[in-house]
């Protein structure tokens, strides 16, 4: 049974850091991309970063990018602003090879989520 676990969240200053951590189990990370989503209220589920199966290639959405590093248990984010504020899932999908994508229909395992609030 393939089970992930997201845990970290908290409430940081902004310009702070966090790091999120995703404990997962049941599936091989050879054959896996894991990903991390947030949710703001109000708004739809968004891809933040994900890395792949084959070659742990990274990817990060421009909101992120600069900011935010991942490996396949930790989300690290750094320069941290008020609307980085959300729910943050970990996510776990069949993509086998050297590319992973920020769309959460690629990713059939979810976490619950944990919650970062970032105060300005």
């Known amino acids: 049974e393939v089970q992930l676990q997201a845990s970290g969240g908290g409430l940081v200053q902004a310009g702070g850091s966090l790091r999120l951590s995703c404990t997962a189990s049941?599936?091989?990370?050879?054959?896996?991309?894991i990903a991390w989503f947030r949710q703001a209220p109000g708004k739809e589920r968004e891809g933040v970063s994900c890395i792949s199966s084959s070659d742990r290639s990274t990817y990060y959405a421009d909101s992120v990018k600069g900011r935010f590093t991942m490996n396949t248990v930790y989300l690290t984010m750094n320069s941290l602003k008020p609307e980085d504020t959300a729910v943050y899932y970990c996510a776990a999908g069949f993509q086998y090879g050297s590319s992973c994508y920020l769309d959460k229909r690629e990713y059939g395992y979810w976490g619950q989520g944990t919650q970062v609030t970032v105060s300005s």
């Open positions: 049941g599936f091989d990370y050879d054959d896996y991309a």
